[in-house]
């Protein structure tokens, strides 16, 4: 089967920083995607990577390691409005189709 | 540029009613997906079109589910008849690809669908 590991909630403090893993096991592997996901919304997406290591946006860096099937999302000066769940997806196959782990709650406080 | 819109946003059915789920994905993209998420499970992958194509349908559950797109343009996931697994968080997501990199696909807000 296919399979992402991933924590199911997670809590931190404004203006700290936050690192969400993501573990898989799949049949193929063509790259990482991260999404974001507000209540009742949309997810969007965040990024993605395809080869080994870190890419930044803004606040929000992923990063990957294909020898260990690993990649996490960090989060940098937190704001409430991160609170959210964060998906990650790994791309399997030239279809584009995503298989998508369980989700992290991230509950930002004061 | 509108984004990928479903409709109805909210659906209460009873068990063995029909009901059809509607998106309209971002002018031009070729790919279409749907995706359903189940009591705050994984988002799981029902189906890829590319344009009217049904290009991958490995993730619909049984024949209870039908998808369409007439055209290449909107999408429509018809249940029918409808059970209480069915319950979930349906996704749209469309995509347009340039060269080998795909900048990630845009989802719609999802129709809830509750079968009582």
């Known amino acids: 089967g296919q399979s992402l590991e991933q924590p199911s909630e997670v809590t931190a403090v404004e203006g700290a920083i936050v690192q969400i893993n993501c573990t898989y096991q799949?049949?193929?592997?063509?790259?990482l995607s991260w999404y974001q996901q507000h209540d009742g919304g949309a997810p969007t997406f965040l990024s993605y990577?395809?080869?080994?290591g870190l890419e930044e946006t803004g606040r929000f860096s992923s990063f990957l390691s294909r020898s260990d099937s690993y990649g996490y999302l960090l989060l940098q000066e937190l704001q409430m409005k991160d609170s959210a769940s964060y998906f990650c997806a790994v791309r399997v196959d030239s279809s584009y189709k995503l298989i998508f782990g369980s989700g992290t709650r991230l509950l930002v406080r004061p | 540029e509108a984004g990928v819109t479903q409709f109805p946003s909210h659906s209460v059915i009873e068990k063995g009613q029909t009901v059809t789920l509607r998106c309209d994905p971002i002018?031009?993209?070729?790919?279409l997906y749907w995706y359903r998420r189940v009591m705050g499970k994984e988002i799981k992958f029902l189906l890829h079109f590319v344009k009217e194509s049904k290009q991958d349908e490995s993730g619909m559950p049984n024949n209870r589910f039908l998808a369409e797109r007439t055209g290449g343009t909107y999408s429509t996931l018809k249940v029918q008849p409808a059970e209480l697994e069915d319950s979930g968080v349906y996704f749209c997501?469309?995509?347009?690809?340039?060269?080998?990199?795909?900048?990630?696909?845009?989802f719609g807000s999802g129709t809830r669908l509750t079968v009582v």
């Open positions: 997501a469309s995509s347009q690809l340039l060269g080998q990199v795909p900048l990630g696909y845009t």
């Open positions: 799949t049949s193929g592997f063509y790259g």
């Open positions: 990577n395809a080869l080994d």
């Open positions: 002018s031009g993209h070729d790919n």
